[in-house]
């Protein structure tokens, strides 16, 4: 363990030169092999603990306990989900132990318990909305995999780590493609997941085409936006991964010009968001009308659904007695015939045969989400329940906050009108009720100010809380307006110090 460290603490000595170069304006080789050997150390790193764990007596005898006490401290070390799965896809996790949840369909799945390693696959959470890369190990015991370790980790963290240590200054960026040519890490976090063999400058696509498709280690040049960017780009050895580090004439930042955060430019792109989603799961219904009669129909509408959008995190098909009789992804049919039925959402759908959206609520995974329910009919216009989809306010919100710039002083808030807040950056105040839960109390302006926004489309006033951050209270200016999805109302508001 002592010669780990001492090789970790020269490493990151290494960066710390070749950081130095850079400050310089010297792009050179020792710069990308420095970063590539670094990544490559992280991620096999991760790897040999989960084999290593998978050789215990605990893991070869599936010995949850045990095997639990050696993912934490191999947790300690690199951020991600570390679970334990069963050949029939069930898991154990260390943050849930038993999930009651299932990998069994899962890509990379079959070849793990052929007895294959899996090295830096790409997962995207819907319930989390995590970006993480899967290193998973097989547990073989008298040559029969009997179960297997992973560890996705965490690609924002990780990201983060690497810009930290390797401190680049801004007239340099960097990223990593896998062989797709997916970003699995950027130095700007919104480009992660992203194609740039798609969706880059024709110059960008052919450069790093012929990168990948040719050879392992070059230099090449692309034209991005106004720059001109002389990059170095190196395979890493144990991955289908290439780390690129690319100096630019002139700084320009890679995201979007951003435009500044207000109630006339946020409102209505919330209200579109929460429209095009509704509309999506409609016309998918409609289209699917006459499939609703078999499990495999019922099985494709909720799969062509979950495809029309990754904010979605589940659908289900609830019949008319109120149970979801089928869900997809197939991660969550372990809770296929749970009866929802005392649920307010379900009971209103039922009574009017209408679409509704639900209040949020806690889930069994343990984050606050809605429900959109919409009614299916046959072709006789008979109904035969509806489909619910699962969404979670914070995931439906990232992608349009990315377009906005929120000055450090400005609170962004999303409430309920029945004064539940379900969504703010301050996660002490997210999923509480302002009304009722012990942190607001004494704070009777702010509950004088709830009550109007709760009970008024849009407005402003003032009211008294602590500043994000500080201990004192301050006095703040509360402006509102509203979204609105099938009589379900949410007040977004923004509020600010008053000069």
């Not at 990544?39 to 096999?44: K, P, Q, R, V, W």
């Not at 659904?305 to 659908?315: C, K, M, R, T, V």
């Not at 995974?365 to 109904?383: C, H, K, M, R, W």
Request: contains cysteine; glycine residues 6%; negative net charge.
């Amino acid at each position: 363990m002592e010669k780990v460290k001492r090789l970790a603490c020269l490493l990151l000595f290494s960066l710390f030169l070749v950081a130095l170069s850079a400050q310089t304006g010297e792009l050179n080789t020792a710069l990308i092999n420095t970063a590539v050997s670094h990544l490559d150390n992280i991620m096999t790193g991760c790897l040999r603990e989960l084999e290593l764990i998978a050789q215990s007596p605990e893991a070869q005898a599936g010995d949850w306990q045990g095997i639990k006490a050696y993912l934490s401290i191999a947790a300690e070390d690199l951020p991600g989900v570390y679970f334990y799965v069963l050949p029939d896809g069930n898991y154990y996790s260390l943050d849930k132990d038993f999930t009651n949840l299932n990998l069994s369909n899962r890509g990379y799945f079959e070849s793990l318990f052929a007895g294959n390693n899996v090295l830096g696959y790409d997962i995207y959470s819907r319930s989390s909305g995590k970006q993480s890369a899967l290193m998973a190990t097989p547990i073989i015991v008298d040559g029969r995999t009997t179960g297997a370790l992973g560890a996705s980790v965490f690609l924002d963290e990780l990201r983060s780590r690497l810009t930290r240590e390797m401190d680049l200054p801004e007239t340099y960026t960097w990223f990593v493609l896998n062989q797709s040519g997916l970003t699995m890490l950027d130095r700007e976090l919104e480009y992660i997941f992203l194609n740039p063999l798609e969706l880059g400058s024709e110059s960008m696509k052919n450069a790093l085409g012929y990168a990948m498709l040719s050879t392992e280690a070059g230099e090449l040049t692309y034209e991005m936006g106004s720059s001109q960017r002389r990059t170095l780009y190196k395979k890493l050895p144990n991955l289908d991964w290439w780390f690129f580090i690319a100096s630019k004439e002139r700084i320009t930042s890679q995201a979007q010009e951003r435009l500044n955060l207000s109630l006339e430019t946020i409102v209505p792109a919330l209200q579109n968001s929460l429209d095009r989603i509704d509309n999506l799961t409609r016309s998918a219904v409609e289209l699917k009308r006459q499939n609703n009669r078999t499990e495999a129909g019922i099985r494709e509408l909720l799969q062509d659904i979950l495809s029309s959008s990754n904010q979605i995190l589940q659908a289900a098909y609830v019949n008319t007695e109120g149970v979801m009789q089928y869900i997809e992804p197939s991660d969550y049919r372990n809770f296929e015939g749970t009866d929802i039925s005392s649920q307010e959402h379900v009971i209103q759908l039922r009574q009017t045969r209408q679409a509704v959206l639900s209040k949020a609520f806690m889930t069994v995974e343990g984050f606050q989400a809605i429900s959109l329910a919409i009614p299916v009919y046959d072709d006789n216009n008979t109904f035969q329940g509806s489909v619910s989809i699962l969404l979670r306010p914070e995931l439906l919100l990232r992608p349009l906050l990315t377009s906005y710039e929120i000055p450090p002083e400005y609170e962004f808030t999303i409430m309920q009108t029945d004064g539940l807040i379900i969504y703010e950056e301050d996660e002490e105040e997210l999923g509480k009720n302002l009304f009722t839960d012990p942190v607001f109390t004494g704070y009777n302006s702010l509950q004088e100010l709830g009550h109007r926004i709760c009970t008024t489309p849009s407005g402003e006033g003032d009211y008294s809380f602590l500043s994000r951050g500080h201990e004192l209270a301050a006095v703040k200016i509360a402006s509102w307006n509203s979204v609105n999805l099938y009589g379900r109302e949410w007040r977004v508001i923004i509020s600010k110090p008053v000069e």
